[in-house]
């Protein structure tokens, strides 16, 4: 039984499920690192997206830096990308109350299409 279900899901998904098991247990068991282990990597990443687009509209020819947002882009993503970095804290209070509204909104489309309990929030 075991290996038919092995065989049925291919390896990535397997080794997605296991990196996502673990990073619940890590957030469980440390979740105020993990929080600002998770903060930084979206500073970092919003950072890099910003670099690349800083780049990308400078290696544009003339004419098509007329029509490229990349330069604006780029620009708001390093200044998020600082942002989030410097106020670690708010983003992740920003963040629990989006994943909280997320949830909330979520766990109510669910009960009016009927396709969840009714007691889902109540």
């Known amino acids: 039984m075991i290996k038919e279900y092995i065989k049925k899901y291919s390896k990535a998904s397997i080794i997605t499920s296991v990196i996502m098991i673990v990073a619940s247990v890590l957030l469980i068991v440390f979740p105020k690192t993990m929080l600002n282990i998770v903060v930084y990597v979206i500073s970092g990443a919003l950072f890099v997206d910003g670099l690349i687009h ?7 020819t003339h ?3 007329i029509f490229s947002n990349d330069l604006l ?3 708001l993503a390093l200044l998020a990308g600082v942002f ?9 209070g920003a963040l629990t109350m989006i994943i909280g509204l997320w949830v909330v909104i979520k766990g109510r489309s669910l009960n009016s299409t009927g396709s969840g309990s009714s007691y889902v929030l109540y």
């Open 73 to 75: 882009e780029g620009i």
């Open 54 to 60: 800083f780049v990308t509209y400078f290696a544009l």
């Open 84 to 92: 989030v970095a410097f106020n670690a804290d708010a983003f992740i």
């Open 63 to 65: 004419e098509m830096r």
